[in-house]
C-alpha cells in the first residue's frame, strides 16, 4: 500500500503528537520494513494538504492531531481527511476532543461510573478563600489540554491557599486558560498502551512510572523530568495491581470510544486505589524513550517495528475494505525520502 505519515513543525504545539523528526523517521522505517511505500511529509499549510489529497495515498499516518494555520484556525486533520473519504490512523475528531481537554473525558467517564480523581476548574479570582475550594488540600493543580509534562513542576503540589493562588496565577499566565484542579493521588502511577486490532482483539501493555524524587520528597512526573528522561519504566509484578490497572484503562479506551491506539494514565491512592487520569490519542513515539513502545517493550518484549506494526493494523484493514480510494499509479517513493524540510 501507499501510505503517507503526516506531521508539522511541532514548535508551535502544546501538543507533539507521535514527537520529534526523529521519532516520525522511526516509524518511515518501520513502515518501509512492512513492505509498503511509504513518505514522510511535513504540512505547514492548506497547499501541503491538498497535495496529499492529489497523491491518494491509501492510507495517511497522523503523527499529529492539527496543523496550526497563521491567521486562521487550526486544520485538524482526521476531520480534514475524514471529508475527503481518505483513510486514516488514530481516533476521530469528535473523540480527538477527550485527548485535549482532560476535563471532558474525565466527566464522560464519571458518568459512565469509571472511577477518575476529583478534580475542579478554576481561574484567577474565581476562589477568594479556602473554605470555596470543592476539595481540600493537599491538591494538584496543571493546564487541562498541555500535554507532555508542560506545565507540571514541584509547585503543582499545594497543601495551602497561597499555594494555590501563586500556581493558579502562573499556569494562568503561561497557558490563557482555566487550570485543572485534582485531589492529590499519593499512591503509584502507570501507564498503559492499548492497541485494538482489527480481528477485536486488545493488546494492553501496563507499566509502572517511577520519577525521582523532588526538593519536597514527592515524585512528580512533570516537564523537566519527562525532558530529562530521570523517570524509572518498570514491569508492574504483582498481578493483582497490574489485572486492575489494565482493566481500568481499557474501560476508559472503549467507554471514550477511542479507536486504533491510545495510551491511558492512571494513578492509585495510598490505599490501592487507582483512577484515571487522562487519555493519549496522539502518543509519543520515539524509539527507546517514549512510553507507548517502551511499555509494549517491558511487558510483552515488543520490538519497536513490531509495535507500529500493530498499531496500524485496523487502520491497514479498513483501507483494504474501501471502495473510495482507487488503485495508484505514481512511482514507488523511497522509505528515506523525506518531503516538506
Partial sequence: MRIEIITTPNQQLKETGFGSINACKGMLSAISKMGHAVQLT???TCEDLENIIARKPDLVVLAVKYIPIDNDDDIWLSEYFMRYEMNFTGSLRNILEFDSNKVLAKTILQNKGIDTAKYFTTVPGKHSNENELPIKFPLFLKPIDAANGNGIDDSSWVENFPEFEAKVLSLYASFSQPILVEEYLDGREFTVAIISKSNGEFIVSAIEIIPPKSKNGLRILGLKVKGDNTEALK???NIEILNKVKQLALNSFINLGIRDFARIDIKSNKNGDCFFMEA????????????FPRSCEIEFGLTYDEVIKLMLDNA???AQLSPSISPLTTTHIMADQVSGF
Fill in 316 to 318: 491497514l484493514y479498513r
Fill in 42 to 44: 511535513v504540512c505547514k
Fill in 235 to 237: 514491569k508492574i509484578e
Fill in 280 to 291: 493519549n490519542l496522539v502518543p509519543g513515539l520515539t524509539p527507546d524513550s517514549s512510553y
